[in-house]
């Protein structure tokens, strides 16, 4: 449980340091990963500030609506995703150790195998790491500043993320 609710917490500060520089975070809760997500969409944001990680929590992440990271009914996001980055960088080339938690079909090599994996996109929208939930924020973060290095200098007005 300290990891969940570390993970909220430790993007938030990813976003407090980096932000400026061009930093956004993207979060796509989904329930398929152990059913571990049961909450509705419209849930989310009040179970952050009430419940966990609690203490009137404000995501300073873009939290979007729940979908579906592996399977036939895949989103199309985490098709791409995997596509461009089918194993993590941390892998330990197991899906899962408790197979009765796979609740879809069909199951690959490449699928998302627990909650808060994370990738890191390019400026230009490349993905060039993909983490499981157990690599370090510090790991995270120094690929992160890698990244951020990367973005050519411009007007700060076009760095931004349209969210609907």
């Not at 061009?22 to 049961?38: A, C, D, H, W």
């Not at 909450?39 to 500030?49: G, I, K, Q, R, V």
């Not at 330990?92 to 796979?102: P, Y």
Request: a neutral charge; glycine letters at 4%; one cysteine or more.
């Amino acid at each position: 449980m300290c990891i969940i609710i570390k993970s909220q917490e430790l993007l938030n500060e990813l976003v407090s340091t980096c932000g400026t520089r061009g930093l956004v975070v993207l979060v796509f809760p989904s329930n398929q990963l152990g059913k571990l997500e049961p909450l509705e969409n419209t849930e989310m944001s009040p179970f952050f500030y009430y419940v966990r990680p609690g203490s009137k929590f404000e995501p300073r992440f873009v939290l979007f609506s729940k979908v579906l990271v592996n399977g036939s009914d895949c989103h199309p996001i985490y098709e791409f995703l995997k596509m461009k980055q089918p194993y993590p960088a941390d892998d330990d080339c197991q899906i899962s150790r408790d197979h009765t938690f796979i609740c879809w079909d069909p199951v690959t090599r490449h699928d998302v195998s627990g909650n808060y994996e994370k990738f890191i996109i390019s400026h230009d929208g490349i993905p060039v790491k993909r983490y499981t939930q157990k690599a370090s924020f510090e790991q995270i973060k120094r690929d992160v500043e890698i990244q951020l290095k990367r973005i050519p200098k411009q007007p700060k007005e076009h760095l931004h993320v349209v969210h609907h």
